[in-house]
């Protein structure tokens, strides 16, 4: 007969439920710090040529031969002599590709002249449906193919912000989270909150539990007429970052809220995910009807919303689920070309790295199979790329 330790419960419920916090958080730490060692901080990798290559567009043998002429800088090799290169390695041979390569301006494929701040929010109503997977992903791409980019985290779960490396009850329980700009006593400017990450390119403005507070805040706002209202907030908080980067992209709480709203109405952009199930897809199809009343209602009293594109991402894809390919098809006959063609897979290279708070880009490639990590890379990539498409024809360009 198997025996098993009960731990003893305190007086009360709320006692037990505190006491099974405080020891869950104290286990994460422990976890956390094992993770990340020696620097308690994360860090990110170096990259090998081919995915030099891959990221830039720059063949492998011009890459080697760039070296050779002196033009690119030198970069560390390890035991086989093969070059490693860092994100912002990565950057300056890009910067070099711009001023000497022929058709120099599409190594740098960020804002130019004329061209307004991408916004995009990634939304569904529904928890499970990949968004704080796809959201951390898509920043992580487009910070290593060139583009400077916010992620803000406006979920008060804090998920995008402890796959930062962040503890979020700890580290911003007094403070320091995008809330802190948003709030209407007081609020900082966004600059203030905003965090420079391990990842070249690639800022945070955290999130962290007193996000909750800003739906009730906003009820007692809409009553006392308090400015600006959440319709603007966001918008107004990014007015003073907008010339620091190319793409925000904002990991929304899974429910249509004022915190949901406020994102929103301050995007250029959406991408809903949603899981290619009966269940997923009905309750999509009530967010959207939701979201779309909402809206309008807001859009009489505040003017039209200047969404340059709306994009639905089937996530958690299994190909050789038949139910699951039949309705991804059902999606792709109602929704037509708003669907991404590439789906984001189901993968166990994404919920293992997942485990140490890590992204299929910051996993060495030797962590896992080979196979397993280039079907999903393929994926993920794909989704990026296809995503980029979309921003580039906001800005008036040709999809690549």
């Known amino acids: 007969m198997n025996q098993t330790t009960e731990l003893p419960l305190p007086g009360s419920i709320a006692e037990t439920i505190s006491s099974n916090a405080a020891r869950l958080s104290d286990a994460l730490n422990d976890h956390m710090r094992n993770s990340f060692q020696p620097d308690s901080r994360k860090s990110l990798r170096k990259f090998h040529p081919a995915e030099v290559s ?95 980019v916010l992620a803000i985290d406006m979920d008060p779960q804090a998920s995008l912000t402890t796959m930062f490396g962040y503890r979020p ?117 009530q967010f959207l009807e939701m979201a779309g009343e909402t809206v309008r209602t807001l859009e009489e009293a505040t003017g039209p919303t200047d969404w340059k594109f709306l994009k639905f991402l089937v996530a958690r894809y299994e190909p050789t689920d038949v139910p699951q390919s039949q309705m991804a098809g059902f999606l792709r006959s109602i929704l037509l070309d708003q669907v991404l063609t590439t789906p984001m897979l189901k993968s166990t290279a994404i919920s293992d790295a997942g485990m140490t708070q890590q992204t299929i880009y910051e996993l060495d490639p030797g962590q896992v199979v080979r196979k397993t990590l280039d079907r999903i890379l393929e994926s993920v990539n794909g989704v990026a790329d296809e995503f980029e498409q979309a921003i580039q024809q906001a800005w008036g360009r040709k999809a690549g």
């Open 169 to 285: 009850e700890i580290e911003f329980a007094a403070g320091g989270t995008v809330y802190d700009a948003l709030r209407y006593e007081d609020p900082v400017p966004l600059s203030q909150v905003i965090r420079k990450t391990y990842f070249h390119k690639l800022d945070l403005a955290p999130a962290g539990l007193m996000l909750s507070e800003y739906e009730t805040e906003t009820a007692y706002a809409l009553q006392h007429r308090l400015d600006p209202p959440f319709t603007q907030r966001l918008a107004i908080a990014l007015d003073e970052v907008e010339a620091e980067y190319d793409l925000v992209i904002i990991d929304c709480p899974p429910q249509l809220g004022f915190t949901t709203m406020t994102a929103l109405l301050a995007s250029t952009g959406l991408l809903i995910t949603v899981v290619p199930s009966m269940l997923d897809v009905a309750s999509m199809a």
């Open 54 to 148: 891959e990221l830039t567009g720059i063949s492998m043998s011009n890459l080697r031969t760039r070296h050779q002429e002196g033009d690119f800088p030198e970069v560390e090799t390890d035991a086989r002599g093969r070059r490693l290169y860092s994100a912002a390695e990565i950057d300056t041979i890009r910067e070099v590709m711009a001023r000497t390569g022929r058709n120099g301006d599409a190594y740098l494929p960020g804002r130019r002249d004329g061209d307004g701040l991408q916004i995009i929010s990634i939304v569904n109503f529904k928890g499970g449906s990949s968004k704080t997977t796809t959201a951390i992903h898509l920043a992580q791409r487009y910070a290593l193919r060139g583009y400077r």
